[in-house]
Structures are given as structure tokens and as C-alpha cells.
């Protein structure tokens, strides 16, 4: 069993039943108000501590998985993802670099075939911040319109090789018709 579902069981077990016990208690006069409040707080701290300590155990496994692979420099990242074009692999570093601190992870250990959520979590979907810095990094400018068709482009983003890195614009060039990473 993973440690989400251990933890989403023993917190929903504990919620249940001393709800359970607490509403009994107070319908039979057994417990006081007060009590039955300060157990009820104390069942959503419970929770709140569930999700928190869940979290950090997620990271540290993550941390540890990135870090037992092969540590790669921007440079070589680049080179591995495209080996015969140093524009694109500049592109390629900086998408990492904007991802590892959109994350608050160091990606050394990032291989272009890593899955984005599965993988990495980002958890794309609820992540626009991502999104808004990789705006910012590439000075791309993204109509309020055109969020349904990024929200679509999300399904097709599974790994970081399938970013977009063709139409990303740099430095240098101007800005693409397609007026999004994701678009």
C-alpha cells in the first residue's frame, strides 16, 4: 500500500470514528459542548498534520529518486535532449530551470522522458504558476481566451521532451504566433 493511501485511510478511520463518538457523546449529554468543539478541532488538525507530513514525505522520496540518477548540468541536459541543435538546448536548459523553481527542486537528475506529473508531480492541471514564469522567462503573452486550448494542451504534456521547444521564442527572435508554450 503507498504512504498517500496508509495515511488518507488511517485519517479518514480516525475522522469517522470520532466524529462517530463525538456525536454520541454530545446527543447523550455525555460530553460537554466544549468538548465535543475542541474534539472536533482537534480532527481537523489531525487532517491538516496528515496532509502536511504526506507532502514531505513525497518530496524527500522525490528528492531521492532524482538524486540516485545521473546528475546532469544544464549543458549536458541540453546536449542530451538536442544534440545537434544548441539553440533549442539553451531553450531546453532554461524550461528546467523555470520547472526546477516552479518546483522547488533541483533537476540535475531530470531525463527528458520523465513524466511531468507521474514522475516529477507537478501537478499540471492546478499549476498556472508554471505557466505564468515560463510567460516571463520567454516574454510570452497569453489571451485570456486562449486558456481552453492550453487547458487541452495539457493532456498531450506528459514528459518534459514534450514541451513545445520549437516555437518558444529566445532572446533574440521575435515573438511566435502561437502566443503560449502550451497553446
Known amino acids: ?52 507530513v504526506y507532502e514531505r514525505v513525497k518530496k524527500r522520496r522525490l528528492l531521492k529518486w532524482l538524486r540516485s540518477r545521473p546528475q546532469l548540468n544544464d549543458n549536458d541536459f541540453a546536449k ?39 514522475d516529477l508531480q507537478t501537478e499540471l492541471a492546478a499549476n498556472p504558476d508554471l505557466f505564468w514564469e515560463l510567460e516571463a522567462e520567454f516574454g510570452i503573452k497569453t489571451e485570456v481566451e486562449e486558456y481552453e486550448a492550453h487547458e487541452a494542451s495539457l493532456k498531450h504534456l506528459v514528459t518534459f521532451a514534450d514541451f513545445p521547444l520549437v516555437e518558444i521564442p529566445t532572446a533574440t527572435s521575435p515573438v511566435s504566433p502561437r502566443r503560449g508554450p502550451m497553446a
Open 1 to 52: 500500500m503507498n504512504p498517500k493511501a496508509a495515511i488518507s485511510i488511517f485519517a479518514i478511520a480516525s475522522f469517522g470514528i470520532l466524529l462517530v463518538v463525538t456525536i454520541a457523546g454530545a446527543l447523550t449529554g455525555f460530553m460537554p459542548k466544549e468538548t465535543v468543539g475542541l474534539i472536533f478541532f482537534g480532527l481537523i488538525g489531525t487532517c491538516l498534520i496528515s496532509a502536511i
Open 80 to 118: 542530451m535532449l538536442f544534440p545537434d541543435d544548441a539553440e533549442r538546448g539553451a531553450i531546453a536548459a532554461r524550461v528546467r530551470r523555470v520547472l526546477a523553481a516552479n518546483l522547488k527542486l533541483p533537476l540535475d537528475g531530470l531525463q527528458p522522458q520523465d513524466r511531468l506529473d507521474a
